[in-house]
């Protein structure tokens, strides 16, 4: 489990785009982080200036440029379904490497996008979701069976209808009332940690 009392040494966030996660490493004191996607890295001007730990590297996910066994935690947020848009096999194939590339008792931290309800393939259909793979709930689960521990949790029924951050925080307050009687496989985002 992440903590911010204990020193780690590596740490690597995948997709990164302007490097949240790498920010979130940081600050809960990783020694080596590394901000890395397949394109160029946009780099965010807070990283740079408060963030000196924080290295850039293009990586594909598919094909991690390290050794085994290189890094404590991984992290990701909305990659897996673009990287299996043409190929939902690709899922398996970047979360072996991701397994491959941490340490014994490593951690996988992920948020990802999910099929959910009927609704949401409606919505995604009409606003022509650009080929993105959204796994159902239980193959997406099933790829992570080589981890020892795997804990995860489901969010966003209502939010999907918005793509205003304003407007999504308000409709996030309807979702969280409702939580409880959606079931699992019916909410669009997962999110979690995979322990090796």
Known sequence: ??????????????????????????????????????????????????????????IDVLNINFPNASFDVIGCKSLLGGVAKNDPSKIHVAIQEIYRVLKKNGSFIFAENIQGSIMHKMIRKYFQSSGWHYPNLNDFINTLDNFSNIRYFTTGFFTILSRKENIKSKIFIVDNLIKKMVPDKSKYIIYGIAEK
């Open 1 to 58: 489990m992440l903590s911010q009392n204990k020193s780690y040494n590596s740490a690597l966030e995948l997709g990164a785009r302007n490097g949240d996660i790498s920010m979130m490493f940081s600050d809960l004191n990783y020694s080596t982080i590394y901000c890395t996607d397949i394109n160029e890295i946009k780099k965010n001007k807070f990283v740079d200036s408060n963030y000196k730990n924080i290295n850039y590297k293009n």
